[in-house]
């Protein structure tokens, strides 16, 4: 399966003084990614708290390579790198559409949570079956190998 990707509009209160997207709001953009591929493989927010836990963003690299600007369509991608015990890597790229010029690149550490406890935990077995099928764990997207 190829990376999930969503596509989002530049909206023009979320730019800077110089008008280009502010920085803290690129990781709203990919957070938005990470959800929209986490419900499309069936787990929303409600089938976390069924199955007990969350994941919770632990660190995060981003490479700002150019900028958006205010009216942008941007094509945000995202994909597993890895998933082992509590942690999951999940990548992601930012370009702006149709041109594909790449904006950004970013990694990020995701923990699972006990919600009973506040705790990491190993990530439970449905998650990584879901989650590595559906990704098939590739270093970087297929277009981009």
């Given at each position: 399966m190829q990376p999930?990707?969503?596509t989002l509009r530049v909206r023009r209160y979320e730019v800077d003084v110089l008008g280009h997207v502010n920085n803290a709001v690129y990781q709203h953009y990919l957070e938005q990614a990470a959800v929209e591929h986490s419900e499309q493989l069936g787990f929303s927010y409600e089938r976390y708290r069924?199955?007990?836990g969350?994941?919770?963003l632990r660190r995060i690299t981003i490479d700002y390579l150019?900028?958006?600007l205010a009216g942008d369509l941007l094509r945000v991608t995202t994909w597993i790198g890895q998933m082992r015990g509590p942690r999951a890597v999940r990548h992601y790229q930012i370009h702006r559409a149709p041109e594909q010029e790449l904006l950004l690149t970013a990694e990020a550490l995701w923990a699972w949570i006990d919600l009973a406890t506040?705790?990491?935990r190993?990530?439970?077995a449905e998650l990584l079956q879901a989650f590595l099928a559906a990704d098939g764990s590739p270093e970087l997207?297929?277009?981009?190998?």
């Open positions: 999930f990707a969503i069924q199955i007990g969350i994941f919770v150019r900028p958006a506040g705790r990491p190993p990530i439970p997207p297929p277009a981009e190998r």
